[in-house]
């Protein structure tokens, strides 16, 4: 025994293993030797093996202490925690003094959000302890999840007083700095964590989080690389590459790397809006052999020898089926492929690969709203089709003559209940065409309205939006930790006042026009705590935002139909928070749209408001007076997709920015974006006025790309955030700056 001892202390922990079958025979009755050899396998990350020892050692005496605490050791490493939680629940039984099972059981209840069990055994580890580091660090912990940032941040102070070379305390102080925005201090925080321990992945990509909101993209994306290379399928280094990559230079990335890491972010859904991540899909399909050979040569290719090579293009089937692709030349690829595939229907193979890269294409047609116009003899073909679906019994033929007409078309004319049940390769199409449209009619029937929209402009923009609820979409992954209102605004680097008439703890929060509900769910993984209300004038919008809501399970959020005009009748107290994003420049009077949300707010409460810019609306403006001759208010899907098809065949250098516009790319989107039925725009010294009549403090601008920020602040100085004046100055030179909308907030004045 004293050599398994001696060479456990030389660390041969292989060779000590080795050893164990030769030696059990002699030490069968050895505690200690169970719990060496136990603890050998332990130390080489072995802990199956660990824990059979243990429970041998256990098994000759079920009170012997060290090898509960190993055990409850082993299933910790394993993460069975709750098999943890009863070893170490043994050991307090046995010796209520151990101040490492009191430490691991606030561990464990920790982990388990826990948090008052936790807090309860840390403070009993510090009592037999006061000395341990560890639990300083978990404490820390507990303070941070309250919000506490103060008694966190002298909690990991604490536990780095206790052992300053304890990297986790490092790194969450970095973390209590970032969140109180003093990126100097967190940058020097996480950099000290990784000094300790060069493969701290969360310092690295906390390091990148600080890089992107300086504007500093490129040293982000290589702090992100860096995260990466060390775990993979590290979640927050996916997730805020998700948020950056549109705003890099792509000639200095390598597209291979570029790729992995779209892959990566896809397979695991680490992305909120997919439109975001879309852009990058032309860089990399330019670059793709297969896809360049499928585009050079589509006619020449034997269509069930394409559809197959089709489907191997992983990334594009997958991004097919989340939302349009900005791009022409995809347009342009998709569109000939749907052609490719009607005028072979009847070669097409019955098979599953076939299936799926066909659904994958009808799926994005279904997003886009079938926004590519169809040739002449696409439209002969098509009605032909839809004869032969109409006269054909229920066959395998018949499923895929059904799949193909899903590609231009909504399926409503055919009855499909016994196709539903058996048809199980049209499920996911029958699901879209049919079923979600069924589930909206019904929601439509049992929502709440207090508006009849009495209003002339209300009603022809009810009308666009009861033909084009917008957006339609298919995906808002929940990536973020939902963050208290004190702590969001605390990020945005506002200055603000905290005015006790406001519940920041669960704050009750207004979506001023919802749409579609992408934005409801928006501010629900947002928020923490908070209560959603949602108001919008399209029903069909809000059975769509509804039925969404249902899908994801989400409960704390209420859907009404109202107009602003009309919120006087909306029953609910006045909120702490309003967001309406690109609602109020679609009214006839937008300044009394904004008093009327301004009675729904509560003093010092806050507001959050989305405007077009004259800026950057420009182009837009001069567009639409030289190109769309037709009237707005009365325009059918056909005359739609007619309009920017007319638009795509010009194909002259003023056509060259408006097709760079993700909204180009789905029929409502594009109906938005060009020919909405009202409009209006500002500039920041409008803006200025419109606040200051409406008692409205400008708090600032809220941008996706912090490099405008900073550019900002280099010319006239961080003092100058909230000068509308000086926004106005900079964005004359630059008009670009607000290409989406002013997205800024404001607070109530009393």
Known sequence: MDNLIKLYQQGEFNQIISLYPKLERQFY???????????????LSDFSNAIKCFEKAINLNSNELISILNLGS?????????KSKKYFHNVIKIEPNSDYANYML????????SIEKSEYFLNQCLQKNPKNSHAYNILGL??????????????FQKSLTLSNNNFDALNNLGNIFLKKNNLDLAREYYQKAININPQLCGAYSNLGLICSRNGNFYESYQFYIKALKINGVHRDSLINLSQILSFLDFSVININELEMIITRILDLKLYSKSKYIAPLLPMILEKNKLFLELEENIQNYEINKFLNSFLQ??????????????????ENFLKNTREKILMNKDAINYSSDNFSAIESISINFFISEFVIEESDLERKNIKLLKEEIKNKVQNKELEIKILILSLYCKLEFIDYNNLIK????LSNIFKLHIEDSQKEDEIKKNLISYSSIEDLVSQNVKKQYEQNPYPRWQSYEFIHEKKPLIQILNELSIKFHIDQNINFVSPQVLIAGCGTGQHAIESYSRYLNAKITCIDLSLSSLAYANRKIIEKN???????HCDILEIKNLPCDNFDVIESSGVIHHMQNPEHGLNNLISKLKNGGFIKLGLYSKYAREEIRDFRKKF??????????????????????RNDFEMKNIFRWSDFFSLSEFRDLLVHVQEHQFDCIELKKLLSDNNLNFLGFEFRNTNIINNFKSIYGSESLTNLEKWHDFESRNKNTFSGMYQFWCQKIK
């Open 29 to 43: 009755k050895s505690i200690q030797f169970y719990n060496l050899i136990g603890s050998s396998y332990f130390s």
């Open 74 to 82: 082993a299933y910790y490493e394993l993460k069975h925690y709750e």
């Open 106 to 113: 606030g561990n464990i209840y920790f982990l388990d959000r």
């Open 142 to 155: 507990i303070f941070d999840f309250r919000n506490d940032l103060d008694q966190a941040e002298a909690c």
């Open 313 to 330: 293009l992983n990334n594009f089937c997958k991004f097919l089926k989340l939302c349009p692709i900005p791009s022409l030349r995809i």
């Open 422 to 425: 058996s048809s199980h390769f």
């Open 554 to 560: 989400i409960k704390n959020i209420d859907f009404f």
């Open 628 to 649: 769309i001759k037709n009237d707005f208010n009365n325009l059918s899907k056909d005359d739609l997709k007619k309009i920017r098809n007319d638009l795509i065949k």
